[in-house]
């Protein structure tokens, strides 16, 4: 079984709709980001979350928000859907007492018409 | 700020050429290096890291050397095989005590290995 797992894998939605992204991971990591990816662009920070209690900007959360229910699960929200986000989407989690390794789910493609 | 810089792909090569994808940083302070690939539908998994000047990451073939000097990071493989073809990002995290593990990554360099 994959240790971090992203729910759905596929999305196409409508302008203005709200959709949410999950992602678990059974690694037990601290740590949990929301990335995205675009075209020539390279990852993006979303998110990051170091624990349930603490939840930070990335550096482009507009439009974006998260919730952290436990240790395991990280969740974005994208309240009112827009083109512009139109994105391949990926969590990943580290461990901070530990090395530096990200480690990243299969990622959600996520088409907003 | 911090950024990283990854030459344009994308990379066509014959099976057992020789592969340099180029990688140049910006950052404050002494950060890690790291290089990842991404196969098709995959998400991203490390291939090798250094987290210090002159340390010499190596993977499955791949090898890259932490040039503090020139501020530089290349991935090198001496032949590859089709199975490389994938997506291959740079990416540092900052040093120091007060790091928070963010990555930044660099655009990506798509390489195509033809048989």
Redesign the interface.
Known sequence: DADVTQTPRNRITKTGKRIMLECSQTKGHDRMYWYRQDPGLGLRLIYYSFDVKDINKGEISDGYSVSRQAQAKFSLSLESAIPNQTALYFCATSDRGGPDTQYFGPGTRLTVL | GNS?TQMEGPVTLSEEAFLTINCTYTATGYP?L?W?VQYP??????LL?A?KADDKGSNKGFEATYRKETTSFHLEKGSVQVSDSAVY?CAL?EGGSGN????I????TTLQVKP
């Open positions: 990283v890690s790291f990842y539908g995959e998400g991203l998994q490390l890291k987290t990002f995290k928070t593990g963010k990555l990554f660099g655009q990506g």
